[in-house]
């Protein structure tokens, strides 16, 4: 398998522009996970789907931001307007609810944005 | 207060050092700990994983929880070079839920 895919790997834009990040998780999982790293901040869970369905949006900053999962095997995650405070790497993960009860997750190589 | 809290070190130190990693919680409720490892500009990739207190051993690593002090430890015996990265430790309640983790803790080890 070729693991998480995410798109672009690196996207500079300016400040008011609309930017969409793309995933696709590893075949088979059914949790899909957005992330966001920073230094001051390390890694903040944003919004999670469970088969496609959005369960917590609660990490979501803003309305500027908005995720989708159309089906199974693609995620966007888009922030209209962006803002230079937006700047951060974006991580897309995913895991299967198999027997473990602990959550594995398998991590995409990230998007890093610079929103100028 | 944060869920979880890691230094962020840096930490630096010679090839063959023990390494001590730490983080404290405040969530009660936690019952899986996780300690993921993550390269310079790469996703996080779980190293080693526990559940309640107790130890876990997996070759050089070693995971340590303690519940009672809210208290979790991984060691890394006989340091290489390449460990260096930083390291995150990652907790939820089980059941699948949604995983906090910790801002992680850089390390170098040096030749």
């Known amino acids: 398998d070729a693991g998480v895919i995410q798109s672009p790997r690196h996207e500079v834009t300016e400040m008011g522009q609309e930017v969409t990040l793309r995933c696709k998780p590893i075949?088979?999982?059914?949790?899909l996970f957005w992330y966001r790293q920073t230094m001051m901040r390390g890694l903040e869970l944003l919004i999670y789907?469970?088969?496609?369905?959005?369960?917590?949006d609660s990490g979501m900053p803003e309305d500027r931001f908005s995720a989708k999962m159309p089906n199974a095997s693609f995620s966007t995650l888009k922030i209209q307007p962006s803002e230079p405070r937006d700047s951060a790497v974006y991580f897309c993960?995913?895991?299967?609810?198999?027997?473990?009860?602990?959550?594995?997750?398998?991590f995409g190589p990230g998007t890093r944005l610079t929103v100028l | 207060q944060k869920e979880v809290e890691q230094d962020p070190g840096p930490l630096s130190v010679p090839e063959g050092a023990i390494v001590s990693l730490n983080c404290t919680y405040s969530?009660?409720?936690?019952?899986?700990f996780m300690w993921y490892r993550q390269y310079s500009r790469k996703g996080p990739e779980l190293l080693m994983y526990t559940y309640s207190s107790g130890n876990k051993e997996d070759g050089r690593f070693t995971a340590q929880v303690d519940k009672s002090s809210k208290y979790i430890s991984l060691f890394i015996r006989d340091s290489q070079p390449s460990d260096s990265a930083t390291y995150l430790c990652a907790m939820n309640s089980g059941g699948y839920q949604k995983v906090t983790f910790g801002t992680g803790t850089k390390l170098q080890v040096i030749p």
């Open positions: 789907f469970n088969n496609n369905v959005p369960i917590d």
């Open positions: 075949s088979g999982h059914d949790y």
């Open positions: 969530n009660s409720a936690f019952q899986y």
């Open positions: 993960a995913s895991s299967n609810r198999g027997l473990a009860g602990y959550n594995e997750q398998f």
